[in-house]
């Protein structure tokens, strides 16, 4: 393996520009769309002020505008990196050049936790309001006996899957595998690797969404499961079992 081909790869983040909010570096560090974090470092005296031009809040935002929830997410990360807030800026001041790498390091590894952390519990609350609007859905459509909740199958690779909901089959029939879905990658991800280890066809495995899903995200989970809106899923629960 030639380090020519890694230092390439690599060549993106050796990169500074000056910037009116200070000199702007790309890191290594990701934010749960996968963009680098980049951090400004802006000379203030003798010191310097290093910050995250609220990329972590900004990245939080995009997907789920729950300014406590994201503000709690980066005052942890704070506290744990030792820096301070400053309109949704993390922060850290440093006396002297000595302390600029650890300072640039530290900030863009708070900013890439807090953003990450943030999206995590905000799918987790979407994901978690969507499954009752489902669990109601099928109560109104198979009764409350008709379905389990919580269901883990065993995968053709011998992996446990786990879903949120099973409908009961006729019989010996096949049960509806339901999960609800959220437009997260992680979400995507983790439904994509369910419903294509489970057994069965993909009319018995249903994804289901209730907020706008990206056109490749569809096109990825269209390949081992069938998806719909929640508003669909009544009639589609039924046409299923009638079959």
């Not at 503000?71 to 030792?82: D, K, P, V």
């Not at 609800?180 to 280890?197: L, M, Q």
Request: hydrophobic letters at 45%; glycine letters at 8%; aromatic letters at 6%.
């Amino acid at each position: 393996m030639s380090c020519d081909d890694v230092r390439a790869a690599l060549s993106e983040f050796d990169t500074c520009e000056e910037t009116p909010d200070g000199a702007r570096v790309t890191t290594h560090c990701l934010y749960p769309s996968f963009e680098p974090v980049r951090i400004f470092v802006a000379k203030v005296g003798e010191g310097f002020k290093v910050h995250d031009g609220g990329g972590a809040f900004m990245s939080a935002w995009s997907h789920g505008r729950d300014d406590a929830l994201i503000n709690r997410a980066l005052q942890s990360e704070c506290s744990r990196f030792h820096l301070s807030m400053d309109n949704e800026r993390l922060v850290a001041d440093v006396s002297s050049r000595d302390w600029l790498l650890s300072a640039i390091l530290g900030v863009a590894n708070a900013s890439s936790l807090a953003a990450n952390a943030a999206v995590a519990r905000i799918v987790a609350v979407a994901e978690a309001a969507l499954v009752d609007r489902i669990q109601k859905a099928l109560v109104e459509t198979v009764g409350a006996d008709g379905f389990e909740t919580g269901v883990d199958v065993t995968g053709k690779s011998g992996g446990r899957r786990h879903f949120d909901f099973a409908v009961k089959g006729k019989g010996d029939a096949q049960p509806i595998l339901i999960n609800g879905v959220s437009p997260h990658h992680g979400s995507i991800s983790a439904k994509y690797v369910a419903f294509a280890d489970a057994e069965g066809d993909q009319d018995h495995k249903l994804a289901v969404f209730d907020r706008h899903l990206e056109t490749d995200d569809v096109a990825l989970l269209q390949q081992v499961a069938s998806i719909l809106p929640i508003a669909a899923l009544p009639q589609n629960t039924k046409r299923v079992m009638t079959r």
